[in-house]
């Protein structure tokens, strides 16, 4: 993701941005901030300990399970969907409030110019047939290319068949990523990449009854789904035990922590969540010369500078939240995976469709929607059908 400064006025007012964020590259550029060892050990401080309440968040909403994964694109169990949307109401909130304080409002833009930066080569058709990949993969594994770091922390079994799977996906689509480009590719530019600019309004505007009323879909779901219930928790599981301790927390407080890391990550990382970069970050490792660099220009251009790299840093703290935060309810290696193959394919698959869509389950649906994108709102439900067309395909095979 970009972190190109924006220079012209359609490039900083949130109504009439035109395509001028064509011109963004889809790859980070190196900021002079990039240049200062203590900015960037301080920043890689600030995702560090982000991915560490990540983790800790996911694993005590248990939406890294496997079959709370599946039970939700079967439409059995709404854990998930509460989780996901009150992160999305949370981080929409507070992006919004971000967008309108004189303060904040140069970090936001530049956080926002990055992730069109990311997307901007990208077209309705590559990014709706990327996701419904994703959706198909995480149907299979149970799991989406943010949260695989977190299912290894915690002890789920086979997870590191998945994390192969995963970055053998990266690698195949760093290969093929010329021809996937020139199939998808828009013949002509996105016009309008928010919500906002085509109807003509502030961010603030558009995005105050958006979050109000995923807010009331959250509270409805969780009226008619207790989360208890879903979960099946004991009031003896709780009662009586530190915070950490405890095998899960309510839904609402694991959401409104993921939503609310969307201030630091803007406001000093200048980015915001995503997960399934950092696997071409790591892959793009592996390219030492040249012919490698021909061979995958894609991936080459993920292998240095912070804004690649920071990431990394996040998915492996969200691990080490996740293993800390297991191992202090005593859930760690309680959680069942699926077969090595399974694993394997289903990372496969997530981490193809995520590079193909642009974006994961995190990038486009928690920072994508919550900054209002069009695009991402498509990526969205494209993951879902993705998810509950497979899931429903390999209950009847089952």
Same mark, same amino acid.
């Given at each position: 993701?970009?972190?190109?400064?924006?220079?012209?006025?359609?490039?900083?007012?949130?109504? $009439?941005?035109?395509?001028?964020?064509?011109?963004?590259? =889809?790859?980070?550029?190196?900021?002079?901030?990039?240049? &200062?060892?203590?900015?960037?050990?301080?920043?890689?401080?600030?995702?560090?300990? +982000?991915?560490?309440?990540?983790?800790? =968040?996911?694993?005590?909403?248990?939406?890294?399970?496997?079959? #709370?994964?599946?039970?939700?694109?079967?439409?059995?169990?709404?854990?998930?969907?509460?989780?996901?949307?009150?992160?999305?109401?949370?981080?929409?909130?507070?992006?919004?409030?971000?967008?309108?304080?004189?303060?904040?409002?140069?970090?936001?833009?530049?956080?926002?110019?990055?992730? !069109?930066?990311? &997307?901007?080569?990208?077209?309705?058709?590559?990014?709706?047939?990327?996701?419904?990949?994703?959706?198909?993969?995480?149907?299979?594994?149970?799991?989406?290319?943010?949260?695989?770091? &977190?299912?290894?922390? /915690?002890?789920?079994?086979?997870?590191?068949?998945?994390? /192969?799977?995963?970055?053998?996906?990266? %690698?195949?689509?760093?290969?093929?990523?010329?021809?996937?480009?020139?199939?998808?590719?828009?013949?002509?530019?996105?016009?309008?990449?928010?919500?906002?600019?085509?109807?003509?309004?502030?961010?603030?505007? #558009?995005?105050?009854?958006?979050?109000?009323?995923?807010?009331?879909?959250?509270?409805?779901?969780?009226?008619?789904?207790?989360?208890?219930?879903?979960?099946?928790?004991?009031?003896?599981?709780? #009662?009586?035990?530190?915070?950490?301790? $405890?095998? +899960?927390?309510? *839904?609402? &407080?694991?959401?409104?922590?993921?939503?609310?890391?969307?201030? *630091?990550? !803007?406001?000093?990382?200048?980015?915001?969540?995503?997960?399934?970069?950092?696997?071409?970050?790591?892959?793009?490792?592996?390219?030492?010369?040249?012919?490698?660099?021909?061979?995958?220009?894609?991936?080459?251009?993920?292998?240095?500078?912070?804004? $690649?790299?920071?990431?990394?840093?996040?998915?492996?703290?969200?691990?080490?939240?996740?293993?800390?935060?297991?191992?202090?309810?005593?859930?760690?290696?309680?959680?069942?995976?699926?077969?090595?193959?399974?694993?394997?394919?289903?990372? %496969?698959?997530?981490?193809?469709? =995520?590079?193909?869509?642009?974006?994961?389950?995190?990038?486009?649906?928690?920072?994508?929607?919550?900054?209002?994108?069009?695009?991402?709102?498509?990526?969205?439900? +494209?993951?879902?059908?993705?998810?509950?067309?497979? =899931? $429903?395909?390999?209950?009847?095979?089952?």
């Amino acid at each position: 993701m970009a972190s190109t400064r924006p220079r012209t006025r359609s490039q900083t007012n949130g109504t $009439n941005m035109g395509t001028n964020f064509s011109r963004l590259e =889809a790859t980070p550029v190196a900021s002079k901030e990039n240049g &200062i060892p203590l900015m960037i050990a301080f920043k890689s401080s600030v995702s560090a300990l +982000c991915g560490l309440v990540f983790g800790i =968040a996911v694993e005590k909403s248990r939406v890294f399970e496997p079959a #709370v994964v599946t039970s939700q694109m079967l439409f059995r169990k709404f854990i998930m969907m509460k989780v996901f949307l009150t992160s999305l109401t949370v981080g929409m909130f507070f992006l919004s409030v971000l967008s309108i304080l004189p303060f904040t409002r140069k970090k936001y833009l530049l956080s926002r110019a990055a992730f !069109v930066g990311s &997307i901007s080569k990208k077209g309705y058709f590559g990014v709706s047939v990327g996701a419904f990949i994703l959706g198909s993969g995480m149907a299979v594994v149970g799991t989406c290319p943010g949260l695989v770091g &977190i299912q290894i922390g /915690a002890g789920v079994s086979n997870a590191v068949f998945t994390l /192969a799977g995963a970055l053998a996906g990266t %690698l195949l689509y760093g290969l093929v990523e010329p021809y996937v480009t020139s199939l998808t590719k828009p013949t002509t530019p996105i016009k309008y990449h928010f919500l906002y600019q085509l109807m003509g309004s502030p961010p603030f505007i #558009v995005s105050f009854p958006v979050f109000s009323m995923l807010g009331i879909v959250v509270f409805s779901l969780e009226m008619m789904y207790p989360w208890q219930y879903e979960i099946a928790v004991q009031a003896s599981d709780i #009662v009586g035990k530190p915070m950490l301790a $405890n095998p +899960c927390w309510h *839904p609402y &407080i694991c959401g409104t922590l993921i939503g609310c890391l969307q201030v *630091p990550l !803007v406001l000093i990382v200048g980015e915001t969540i995503g997960g399934s970069r950092c696997y071409c970050t790591l892959m793009s490792q592996g390219i030492v010369n040249n012919s490698m660099k021909k061979l995958s220009p894609y991936l080459s251009k993920f292998k240095n500078g912070f804004a $690649n790299w920071w990431q990394v840093i996040f998915i492996v703290a969200s691990a080490l939240g996740s293993f800390l935060s297991a191992t202090a309810s005593g859930q760690y290696g309680n959680v069942d995976g699926v077969s090595p193959w399974v694993a394997s394919l289903g990372g %496969l698959m997530i981490t193809f469709g =995520a590079r193909m869509a642009g974006g994961c389950t995190s990038g486009h649906g928690l920072s994508g929607v919550g900054l209002l994108n069009m695009t991402s709102m498509a990526a969205v439900i +494209c993951i879902f059908c993705g998810g509950m067309v497979t =899931a $429903n395909l390999l209950q009847l095979m089952s």
